[in-house]
Structure formats: structure tokens, C-alpha cells
């Protein structure tokens, strides 16, 4: 109690939690004001926007950024061109490199979780609040990455004695980011990785795996059914999806799923809580 005689409550700090992107040149050409099946990442603007949480946009330059703005579908998403002397290390032959460049430059952001997202994403929109909660498991662990383990556990030409062949590869679409600091080093370890061009084929999840390789004990792996992966995926599906809170396949394969599913659905209509 104060002097007044009121009773002072501690008030529960404020929970800082969203979602990082990055766009290339191609899909923010694509960007359109009405649904249209080809572009990605407007699909995944909307699907942010729908939620109450905030994000941020990277784009490779300035004047990509300055298209980007003019198609947010909020104001809850900003949008940064990494800086000039930065995009040495971008290409649009390489926009692998860009994305983990974008990466490592945006963090730390949201210093209760940030949630990264490729373009080919879609979130079911009513059930981000149960998705964002695996921030909360990830602090309980002590863990500062989650990571979904990807469908093929090493691909042909991803051997390498760096890592055991029974330590799968992971995911670069969906990264929850939880500590912060800790997260950007292990990006930084990513971005050299891939800067070294350690990967034959051109892939990043071959020096991610690297990575998380080293620092396992600083790593989680989410529940795979946490996401629906690829073109034959039915997000729908009861047995072995019951928790997918992500539908990641490409937006033209979605629209035709939905299509299948709902002859007469739109190109923004969806299923079981996704929009494709």
C-alpha cells in the first residue's frame, strides 16, 4: 500500500514479440493490392496484418523498400533496405545470402521473440497466439533457437564429416529467434558459412546445419507437424498435422489446393484457418 492507503499492483511487463521478413527484387514486383496467385509475399503481408502483432520488412535497396511501403496492407509493418555498404554481399543471383545478411543485420528486434518467415509462408491466422507460444517453451528450455527439422534429413551432396550423418538438416523458412544476442551470433556463424560458399549447390541449409551442429545444446527442435511442408501437403490433414500452424508451400500450389478443395473459392479464400 502507497501514503493513500491504495494498493499498488506490479504491473506485467509488456510481452515484445513479432515476426522479421526479407523480399528480394522478384516478389516485391509481384506485390499487388488484390490477392493474386502469384504473389507470395502480399499473401504473407496479409496474413501479419490480420494478427496484432508487429514486423519488419527487409529489402535488398532503397528503392525496393520504397515500392514495398506502398503495398503494406498495415501500418504495423516497416520496412529497411540494408544498408549500401552491405549489399556487397547480396546479389540477385544469390538471394540466399541476402536473406541471412538481412537477417544478421535486423537482430536483436523483438526482445520476447522474433519469428522469421520466408515469402512462401502462410500463418493460420486464428492460431498465432498458440504459434508465438512456443517462445515460452523455448525460454523454459534455456534455448535460444527453435528450428522444425526439414523433410529430407540430408540431402544428395549435403554430406559432410563437419557433422554426423544422423543430425538432420533444418528448416531456413521458420526461425524463432528467442535470445536475441545469441541468435544473431549464430546467424553471423550462418552468414560466414555461407559467404565461404561451404555449399556446393548453393543452398543455405547446409551451412546452417553446420551451425546448429556446433551449437546444438543452444538449439531446439520444434514439433514437425508444427508446419505443413510442400505441394502435396494437406494442411487439413488430421493424422500427423494436428498442430499445423504453418502451411509453407509455394502460394500458386496453395490457391490450387484450395481450388481442389472449394471449386468456387477465390484466390484469397482458405481452408481450415489458412488463406492461401
Keep these: 500500500f502507497n501514503r493513500t492507503g491504495f494498493q499498488l499492483v506490479k504491473l506485467a511487463p509488456k510481452i515484445e514479440r513479432g515476426f522479421l521478413l526479407a523480399a528480394t527484387k522478384r516478389p516485391i514486383e509481384r506485390l499487388?493490392?488484390?490477392p493474386h496467385p502469384r504473389d507470395e509475399l502480399g499473401a504473407l503481408l496479409r496474413d501479419v496484418c490480420a494478427t496484432k502483432y508487429p514486423a519488419k520488412l527487409m529489402t535488398r535497396t532503397s528503392e525496393e523498400a520504397a515500392r514495398a511501403r506502398k503495398y503494406?496492407?498495415?501500418d504495423r509493418v516497416t520496412v529497411e533496405a540494408l544498408p549500401r555498404e552491405r549489399r556487397r554481399l547480396s546479389s540477385s543471383l544469390d538471394a540466399r545470402l541476402f536473406k541471412v545478411d538481412a537477417l544478421e543485420r535486423s537482430l536483436p528486434l523483438f526482445k520476447d521473440g522474433t519469428?522469421?518467415?520466408?515469402?512462401?509462408?502462410?500463418?493460420?491466422r486464428g492460431s498465432v497466439d498458440e504459434l508465438f507460444g512456443y517462445f515460452d517453451e523455448l525460454r523454459k528450455r534455456h534455448r535460444a533457437l527453435g528450428v522444425v527439422r526439414a523433410h529430407v534429413c540430408v540431402?544428395?551432396?549435403h554430406r559432410t564429416p563437419e557433422v554426423p550423418p544422423g543430425y538432420c538438416e533444418h528448416n531456413s523458412g521458420v526461425l524463432f529467434f528467442q535470445d536475441q544476442n545469441q541468435s544473431k551470433a549464430l546467424v553471423g556463424e550462418w552468414l560466414a558459412e555461407l559467404t565461404r560458399r561451404t555449399s556446393a549447390d548453393g543452398q543455405d541449409q547446409l551451412p546452417l546445419r553446420k551451425v546448429l551442429w556446433r551449437h546444438?545444446?543452444?538449439v531446439w527442435d520444434?514439433?514437425?507437424?508444427?508446419?505443413c511442408r510442400g505441394r502435396r501437403c494437406d494442411p487439413c490433414a488430421k493424422k500427423g498435422h494436428r498442430n499445423t500452424l504453418l502451411w509453407h508451400a509455394a502460394r500458386e500450389d496453395r490457391v490450387r489446393f484450395v481450388a481442389k478443395r472449394r471449386p468456387n473459392a477465390t484466390a484469397d479464400d482458405g481452408v481450415c484457418g489458412f488463406y492461401a
Excluded: S
Excluded at 115 to 124: E, G, I, P, T
Excluded at 222 to 227: A, D, F, V
Design 216 to 218: 546444438r545444446d543452444d
Design 155 to 157: 540431402p544428395p551432396g
Design 32 to 34: 499487388r493490392r488484390a
Design 72 to 74: 503494406l496492407p498495415c
Design 115 to 124: 519469428l522469421y518467415l520466408d515469402n512462401d509462408v502462410a500463418l493460420k
Design 222 to 227: 520444434l514439433p514437425y507437424g508444427l508446419q
